[in-house]
């Protein structure tokens, strides 16, 4: 049953690993005292932004495709996306 979470998981952090990129690198933001290395405090600051600005945009109205997923079901995409765009980050 958790397959099809998995794979729409993994297509959902393929699609927003860059979303709202700036152009920049998380060395620049923490550089230049960036808002954003301030909000994440110096830790994998563009990765975090990427995947709370794609939540945050499933939170406006029509934009929740996700809304028939059962609590756990989301819990469980959201853990998965958030793993799969931090991979290898430390």
């Known amino acids: 049953k958790k ?9 959902f952090a393929a699609a927003i690993h ?8 998380n060395d620049y933001a923490k550089k230049t ?27 406006k109205r029509n934009c929740d495709f ?3 997923f059962s609590h756990l079901d989301f819990r469980t995409l959201r853990k998965l996306v958030i793993s799969m ?3 290898g980050i430390s």
Do not use: Q, W
């Open 66 to 68: 996700l809304n028939c």
């Open 18 to 25: 860059d979303f709202k990129h700036p152009g920049t690198n």
């Open 33 to 59: 005292k960036h808002d954003l290395a301030l909000i994440y405090n110096d830790v994998a600051v563009l990765e975090n932004m990427h995947v709370s600005e794609a939540f945050r945009l499933l939170n």
């Open 3 to 11: 397959h099809p979470i998995i794979r729409l998981s993994a297509y």
């Open 85 to 87: 765009v931090m991979c």
